[in-house]
């Protein structure tokens, strides 16, 4: 999985930001230092290093390590260090042997040769493990100056598309038929063969820095790759047909890798703008925001006709409800008899004011759930504030799971306060199991599934699977840091009083009349789910596209408004559909309120089914169970947290009603 952060949709704020720091000190973000280089033979850096990452294809789930091909590398160099962020979403960066000398063009530079043969089983296996990856177009992911190297090329139309990684290779079936890059070279045609793309043509852009002390910077990098049966591979002169190997060939084969690399000076480019133009070489950007602004603005008119609804249909409850305690009073003052009757004539909600604070049912679960909603709630809203004013910069790799995974760290304390605060009201005595509870439950379901999928991923090989000292840095994290503050959020909680209701609670429940097919429990709750999901929907097929597809996910500025959104739809949908229950004489509104909203990870959970069905080409057992997997994961992190933005808005309105309204 993959997710890498830029941020269009707050550029100018960035590039606004950045400049007054600039202008005031030199001071730059984390990540974001430019690095000038000059010729050999000055001072200065004059060497260009070439990173790989790790490969990854849209056909499997299981990412590889470089190394893991047997291609040309570098071992005994030292690996750069990754950050939680990075080994999470399983980056592997790694030296290689591809290093230029700034301005220094080069043609046809050997790197390595692998020989192999098929009589040998362990040089066999290697070879059948490059068919494997060209087979299922697994990609490499080279960096350049912390800026990845992206392959352009035409598609339909004469339109040009870029992406930020090219295939080890393709395959032509034995009908003939070319796969992935295949289709771009004629010359790929020979039936039942692999084409191995064993030589690259590098272009590096520059920019020379205006003080010509400071000598240039690089803002582009761009490739092409190639394929070459070198006639003489010690000797490689990048000549002659594409170096295709047939599926049932036998003997010797020897593979020659080669390079060519070439400095190009670029004015109109900036380093401060140098990510741009990964983001233009984005496929159907433009129709991308229109759907968007297109979804932002169906989402804000339903909010605006639920809203005028609720105000306008309670505002006349509380009105006429006033009316009738008014006139009592005036008819009480005259003398005049008030019947029982009179004095009580009540329907709709008021009725049920003597129940609507009643303890819920299961109230312990349900103050866990909103204690670990409240953490990732504020967990998500910090971590996309930083990314759309751009803290959390594309340069910075891993920085977003970083920042979320620390904030949820450290959110214990609210959790726990939230939970303990609400168990109370609810009547609750086992305050250490519920603390116990709001520390371990949903963090080990998590926790646990990420587990059985790392076993997985170790089974396979796969560079995703987190190491053992990785595993127990987390452990360490939740036990000695998260734990603790929940044990101190719900020390708080429970020292304070309970939350004091506007009404006071009767002893005997009142009986539930007899309720329709519209305010039963069931329908109510997949009812409420529809509008939040139908303002997510958009962004959550870009969200998919990024982790499954490993295409770039740049609009954070628009996430962000449309998580704001989701949060006012979430509420609104929900008040709208318990002032209904209420009106209908159904107090059981505190599970209802967290699951009416909290059925928006449903639609989410069928909605990634289809995606799955319908958009990828994910093949294998193994692929299939760490897709649902991880998606079991993202739908109950949605869950808790769409439940408790449902939840907490009934209580505040539920709250408020009865309290403007006299009941007693």
């Not at 170096?243 to 080669?258: C, P, Q, R, S, W």
């Not at 909010?303 to 009073?329: C, F, P, W």
């Not at 309120?593 to 319908?614: E, K, N, P, Q, W």
């Amino acid at each position: 999985m993959r997710v890498v952060v830029c941020f269009p949709g707050c550029l100018l704020t960035l590039r606004i930001f950045a400049g007054l720091l600039s202008f005031a000190s030199g001071f730059y973000l984390p990540g974001l230092a430019p690095v000038s280089f000059c010729e050999p033979g000055k001072d200065e850096q004059s060497e260009i290093e070439l990173f790989v990452n790790r490969l990854d294809s849209v056909e499997s789930v299981l990412p590889y390590e470089y190394t893991a091909f047997d291609f040309c590398s570098a071992p005994s160099e030292k690996r750069p260090s990754e950050n939680l962020g990075q080994v999470l979403f399983g980056e592997r960066i790694e030296p290689s042997p591809y290093k230029f000398k700034f301005r220094v063009n080069e043609e046809c530079s050997h790197v390595c040769t692998k020989n192999y043969n098929t009589e040998k089983q362990e040089e066999k296996i290697k070879l059948d493990f490059l068919k494997k990856g060209m087979l299922l177009n697994y990609q490499h992911h080279w960096i350049v100056d912390n800026m990845p190297v992206t392959w352009c090329y035409e598609v339909e139309a004469s339109q040009k598309f870029c992406n930020p990684g090219f295939p080890i290779g393709c395959y032509v079936t034995e009908a003939s038929q070319p796969k992935d890059a295949c289709v771009v070279n004629t010359d790929f045609n020979a039936r039942d063969t692999f084409y191995l793309f064993n030589h690259v043509d590098i272009t590096i852009f520059y920019h020379v820095v205006e003080n010509e002390a400071a000598g240039a910077r690089l803002v582009t990098a761009k490739m092409q790759p190639r394929s070459f049966k070198h006639t003489n591979s010690d000797h490689p002169d990048c000549t002659g047909e594409p170096m295709g190997i047939n599926n049932k060939f036998t003997g010797e084969l020897k593979v020659a890798y080669t390079y060519s690399v070439k400095f190009v000076e670029d004015k109109n480019i900036r380093w401060a703008s140098r990510w741009d133009y990964i983001l233009e070489s984005m496929p159907h950007t433009n129709i991308q925001w229109f759907s968007i602004m297109n979804s932002l603005v169906i989402v804000l008119f339903l909010s605006g006709m639920v809203a005028m609804i609720m105000l306008r249909t309670l505002h006349k409850d509380i009105a006429r409800y006033n009316q009738m305690d008014s006139l009592a009073t005036v008819r009480h003052q005259q003398g005049a008899f008030v019947s029982h009757e009179d004095a009580q004539e009540e329907f709709g909600w008021k009725l049920v004011h003597g129940d609507v604070f009643r303890p819920p049912r299961k109230g312990m679960l349900l103050s866990v759930f909103l204690g670990s909603g409240t953490q990732i709630f504020i967990m998500t809203f910090v971590t996309l504030f930083f990314a759309c004013l751009g803290f959390l910069s594309p340069a910075n790799r891993g920085a977003l799971m970083t920042c979320a995974v620390v904030l949820w760290v450290l959110l214990g304390t609210p959790a726990g306060y939230v939970a303990a605060r609400f168990y109370k009201s609810f009547g609750g005595e086992k305050w250490k199991t519920n603390v116990l509870l709001t520390a371990f439950l949903c963090p080990g379901v998590v926790f646990a599934d990420f587990f059985l999928m790392n076993l997985i991923l170790w089974g396979e090989g796969s560079s995703a699977a987190m190491p053992f000292g990785t595993l127990v840095a987390i452990l360490a994290l939740w036990f000695c840091i998260s734990v603790p503050l929940t044990f101190i959020g719900a020390y708080f909680g429970f020292k304070r009083s309970a939350i004091e209701h506007p009404v006071r609670t009767n002893q005997i429940p009142r009986q539930i009349p007899e309720q329709s097919f519209y305010t039963r429990p069931l329908p109510g709750i997949i009812m409420g789910g529809i509008l939040p999901f139908g303002c997510i929907f958009i962004q959550l097929f870009f969200i998919l596209n990024s982790i499954w597809s490993h295409q770039m996910y740049y609009m954070f500025g628009f996430l962000f408004l449309v998580f704001i959104i989701l949060v006012i739809t979430c509420s609104e949908a929900t008040i709208l559909l318990c002032y209904f229950h209420l009106c209908a004489e159904d107090y059981h509104w505190q599970w209802r309120s967290f699951l009416t909203s909290g059925f928006t990870a449903i639609y989410f959970l069928v909605y990634a089914i289809h995606y799955f069905y319908s958009k990828l080409q994910i093949s294998g057992m193994a692929s299939t169970i760490l897709y649902f997997g991880y998606t079991m994961i993202m739908a109950l992190i949605f869950f808790l947290f769409t439940g408790t933005i449902g939840f907490f808005a009934c209580f505040w309105f539920v709250t408020k009603i009865y309290s403007v309204v006299k009941v007693d």
